[in-house]
């Protein structure tokens, strides 16, 4: 099942061995780190900022499926998906703490991979991995990681925000995550039928990587500092455009209309949509897990993000009444709803 060849059983470190074991390299580079590992509680100061805070769990076999996901990519994954969250709200992300449920299936090299994979996105975005909790689970590998955040209070975005006429913008391409599960899947079930035939992903790396080694969007945060805008709402995408969109409406008591062709879709992602038969905006309207920035902006910002080719303005909020629409290629309004499939035809 793993890669690795030598194993140790988790029994013979027990849990005190283990959390040494993968804490013991850990760097600390925030300033608002004061204690890390090792207490029964991290220390944290910070200055006139608030501090924003989010969790999420991964199951295997409801979120993860150890059969074609690598467990270094998944350790990445975990974290990443956390921070997205703490972007999403306009902040910056600071410190995690990760707990771990895991059974006697997995030995300490597969452990090891899975913290090898945290500790690099750790480093890549800055964050401290401060603290956890270890703990032996009967079965499935569990995995919940709480991530913190810091932000002005006046620079903070929240689902709630969006004014009439605001442009709703969208960060890089969409759908392509879900894609690349459909791949992962069907060669899994190629692989199941007959073990001999290896997977065939060839030319789709884009998708596979997104689905297995997404990455939060800091960089349009970056941006978005840069050219001094504030959101005037935001959210992370990771149920699907559909349903995030959904969500800033409500939130923010408003309707909106978003163009089909304005949303951004990698050719690849496209051409595996195709072949799949499935329709590509529909992969990008309701498959999930893009984590990209859904936001919405002042028309007064429109010539701030206009060339940006990372940003793409996929329409702009409306009153209450009229309601989610998604206008088509062709010119027609459907209404959005969260499983974007079945209310319209496209
Ligand atoms: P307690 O009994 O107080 O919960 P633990 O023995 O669980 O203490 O944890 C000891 C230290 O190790 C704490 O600082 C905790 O945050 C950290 N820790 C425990 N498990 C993990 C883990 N899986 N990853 C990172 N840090 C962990
Ligand atoms: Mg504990």
Not at 141 to 166: P, W
Not at 250 to 276: H, Q, W
């Amino acid at each position: 099942m793993f890669e690795n060849t030598a194993r140790t059983e988790l029994s013979s470190l027990g849990e005190f061995g283990l959390i040494d074991h993968i804490t013991k390299h850990i760097e600390l580079t925030q300033t608002s780190t004061i204690k890390g590992v090792g207490d029964d509680a991290a220390i944290l100061q910070f200055d006139a900022e608030q501090i924003v805070v989010s969790t999420d769990m991964l199951l295997e076999g409801i979120h993860f499926d150890l059969s074609y996901v690598p467990l270094k990519h998944l350790g990445y994954k975990s974290i990443v998906v956390n921070l997205s969250d703490i972007y999403s709200m306009n902040a910056i992300p600071t410190q995690v703490l990760v707990s771990i449920g895991v059974s006697n299936r997995f030995s300490l090299e597969a452990i090891e991979e899975i913290y090898q994979g945290m500790n690099i996105a750790c480093k890549r975005y800055g964050v401290d991995l401060v603290g956890g909790d270890t703990s032996a689970s009967k079965q499935g590998l569990v995995i919940s990681v709480t991530a913190i955040g810091k932000q002005e209070a006046i620079k903070i975005t929240k689902r709630e925000g969006a004014g009439i006429n605001d442009l709703l913008c969208v960060s890089g391409d969409l759908g392509a995550a879900y894609m690349g599960l459909q791949l992962l899947e069907r060669e899994k079930n190629v692989y199941l039928n007959n073990p001999e035939i290896q997977p065939d992903l060839e030319g789709y790396d884009y998708i596979v990587e997104r689905q297995l080694k997404p990455e939060a969007r800091k960089d349009i945060i970056e941006i978005l500092k840069e050219k001094e805008i504030i959101p005037t709402s935001m959210i992370d995408v990771s149920d699907g455009l559909a349903s995030e969109i959904l969500h800033l409406c409500k939130s923010s008591n408003l309707g909106c209309s978003v163009y089909e062709e304005k949303i951004p879709i990698d050719p690849m992602t496209y051409d595996a949509a195709r072949m799949f038969n499935l329709d590509p905006t529909v992969c990008a309207l309701s498959g999930g897990e893009d984590y990209e920035l859904l936001f919405t902006v002042k028309q007064s910002d429109f010539d701030k993000l206009k060339n940006n080719p990372d940003i793409s303005i996929i329409g702009h909020m409306t009153q209450q009444s009229e309601g989610p629409q998604l206008v088509s290629k062709s010119g027609n309004q459907h209404k959005i709803t969260a499983q974007g499939w079945n209310a319209f035809n496209l």
